[in-house]
C-alpha cells in the first residue's frame, strides 16, 4: 500500500494549506485513515482521523476547530484541510492508514505509513 502525501509548503500564520494523501494498492474504502506529524526534535504526534465511511472523525486538541479531515473512497484520497496555521504547527505531516474498524488516535494501530510532506508556518 501506497499513501503519498502532497500539499505541504511554506505558508505564512494565519493561512491556510489542504494536504492529500492519494493511495493506491490495498482496498483504501475499508481503511480508517489518519493524519499524523513531527515537529523537529519533536515525538510524532496525532492530528486527525476519519473512519472508513467517512461519517466518524476525531481530532488532535491543538488543531480542532481549525482543520477538517475528509476522504474521497471514489478517489483513493483523504485529505486534512488546515486554517489559521500557527508556527507550531510547523511539521512533517504523514498520511496513515490502518484496518481496525472505526477511529483511532494511536499511531501504532496504523498498519500503513507514507512518506510525508513537510508544512512549514512562518511567523
Known amino acids: 500500500v501506497q499513501l503519498p502525501a502532497f500539499g505541504g509548503g511554506l505558508v505564512p500564520a494565519g493561512g491556510s494549506l489542504k494536504l492529500t494523501c492519494e493511495v493506491s494498492?490495498?482496498?483504501?474504502?475499508?481503511?480508517?485513515m489518519g493524519w499524523f506529524r513531527q515537529a523537529p526534535g519533536k515525538e510524532r504526534e496525532f492530528v486527525a482521523t476519519i473512519d472508513w465511511k467517512g461519517s466518524s472523525t476525531d481530532y488532535a486538541d491543538s488543531v480542532k476547530g481549525r482543520s477538517t479531515i475528509s476522504r474521497d473512497n471514489a478517489k483513493n484520497t483523504v485529505t486534512l484541510q488546515m486554517n489559521f496555521l500557527k508556527p507550531e504547527d510547523t511539521a512533517v505531516y504523514y498520511c496513515a492508514g490502518s484496518r481496525i474498524v472505526g477511529t483511532t488516535i494511536r499511531g501504532g494501530l496504523y498498519d500503513y505509513w507514507g512518506q510525508g510532506t513537510l508544512v512549514t508556518v512562518s511567523s
Open positions: 494498492g490495498g482496498i483504501f474504502s475499508s481503511y480508517t
